[in-house]
């Protein structure tokens, strides 16, 4: 079982930055890719980047292309999406979640593994 802790959330000014970092528990933390999602209030949770278990592919949603970074220290067994140029469309919580990737790596909730508890991040204008 892996367990999750999502932390750097906070309050920022649009334009501004913050790097969420997400600790997992466990020693199968480089078996699994990881993705981060998030879920902005009255709306459907949606993906936004997801790694794979060595670090060297990434994917991302649309929205924050060329804005977020997504990377990985699997010997800190730990995930982390650096956000920048940060618009008020970014809020919401963030959720990181540990994907099997059995075919290749993943962009639905219903595929993942473990989820972590959550951490909002709310930009203000």
């Known amino acids: 079982q892996v367990q999750l802790v999502e932390s750097g959330g906070g309050l920022v000014q649009a334009g501004g930055s913050l790097r969420l970092s997400c600790a997992a528990s466990g020693r199968t933390f480089s078996t699994y890719a990881m993705g981060w999602f998030r879920q902005a209030p009255g709306k459907e949770r949606e993906f936004v980047a997801v790694?794979?278990?060595?670090?060297?592919?990434?994917y991302y949603a649309d929205s924050v292309k060329d804005r977020f970074t997504i990377s990985r220290d699997n010997a800190k067994n730990t995930v982390y999406l650096q956000m920048n140029s940060l618009k008020p469309e970014d809020t919401a919580v963030y959720y990181c979640a540990a994907d099997p990737a059995y075919f290749g790596l993943n962009r639905q909730m219903a595929k993942m593994d473990y989820w972590g508890q959550g951490t909002q991040v709310t930009v203000s204008s």
């Open positions: 790694v794979s278990r060595s670090g060297s592919i990434t």
